[in-house]
């Protein structure tokens, strides 16, 4: 683990002139490694941290806020209000555009046009990793995508390879656009990456994801390979969906799918 950005830029012979500059995680008057806070007494561990989404409990537009917000405003998450500028960790979509290819002119149009919670999913072979120069994208032990912004020098080459848009760049200053800043957690700056870090600062402090608190039981978050952990139990007992699992990345964020009834009980089982 080595590589800082100085040593990548000794490395590949660049001058720091020039060079995107938006790599220092800080907060007033300081300034961190994310790898710095994560070894505690109190930190949740896992062998591979999961999550799953349960569709049938997000019914109103309050049930995807509050989870939308939780994390975005312990984060720091900027809103410049248009989507041009988007920053966004966690976030939702529609059926057609979380899961192309699967939708089919049949299917219920409740589950059609619902919005679906997606964030990154911290895939088990995820293709950001391979292509970040500077190591600032990196896997740890527990199964967590993480982003150091340290060490990232905004080339953006994990957004091009991330086949679900879970990363966004700060081509603006974001601090003006936090509205009620966290003095808890560090602001970023232009030039950067970011994305959701399954709340690794919160794990390390012995607390569940914000977005999971918040959800009222629609997210679970656990450890995929504990047989006796509520995701196992989820997933062992509901018939679960992951995104574009055809490209291989193994993403670790399941959904369970809000069907109708009627449908369930119309001999819909042998699909
Ligand atoms: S969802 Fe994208 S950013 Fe997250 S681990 Fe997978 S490839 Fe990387
Ligand atoms: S933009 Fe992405 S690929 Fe480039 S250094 Fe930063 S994290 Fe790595
Ligand atoms: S796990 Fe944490 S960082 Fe990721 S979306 Fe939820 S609240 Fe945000």
Redesign the pocket.
């Known amino acids: 683990m080595s590589m800082d950005r100085r040593e990548f830029l000794k490395i590949a012979g660049f001058s720091t002139i020039g060079i995107?500059v938006g790599?220092i995680l800080s907060r007033p008057g300081e300034f961190l490694e994310a790898s710095q806070f994560l070894q505690t007494k109190e930190l949740l561990k896992a062998k591979q941290w999961a999550m799953v989404v349960d569709m049938r409990r997000f019914k109103t537009e309050e049930d995807y806020r509050k989870v939308i917000d939780a994390c975005h405003k312990i984060h720091n998450v900027p809103d410049f209000g248009n989507p041009k500028d988007e920053i966004k960790w966690i976030w939702a979509d529609t059926f057609e555009h979380a899961f192309p290819g699967q939708e089919n002119e049949f299917m219920p149009e409740s589950m059609k046009h619902k919005p679906f919670i997606l964030l990154c999913n911290h895939c088990e072979n995820p293709p950001?990793v391979r292509?970040?120069?500077?190591?600032?994208?990196f896997k740890r032990k527990d199964g967590i995508t993480m982003?150091?912004l340290h060490?990232?020098?905004?080339?953006?080459?994990?957004?091009a390879?991330c086949p679900f848009g879970a990363?966004s760049?700060n081509y603006r200053d974001p601090r003006p656009a936090i509205k009620e800043p966290n003095p808890e957690y560090p602001t970023r700056m232009i030039g950067?990456?970011e994305k959701c870090t399954f709340c690794e600062e919160r794990l390390a402090k012995g607390q569940i994801p914000a977005c999971v608190e918040a959800s009222n039981g629609a997210l679970t978050f656990g450890d995929i390979a504990d047989p006796n952990s509520e995701v196992r139990r989820l997933l062992n007992t509901n018939y679960t969906i992951r995104r574009k699992a055809e490209l291989g990345t193994r993403p670790v964020v399941y959904y369970i799918l809000d069907i109708p009834t009627s449908v369930v009980s119309g001999g819909e089982s042998n699909a």
Do not use: L, S
């Not at 292509?131 to 994208?137: D, F, G, I, N």
């Not at 060490?151 to 957004?159: A, H, L, S, W």
């Open positions: 995107g790599w950001c292509v970040c120069p500077t190591k600032a994208t982003q150091d060490r990232c020098i905004g080339c953006r080459y994990c957004m390879a990363r760049f950067v990456v």
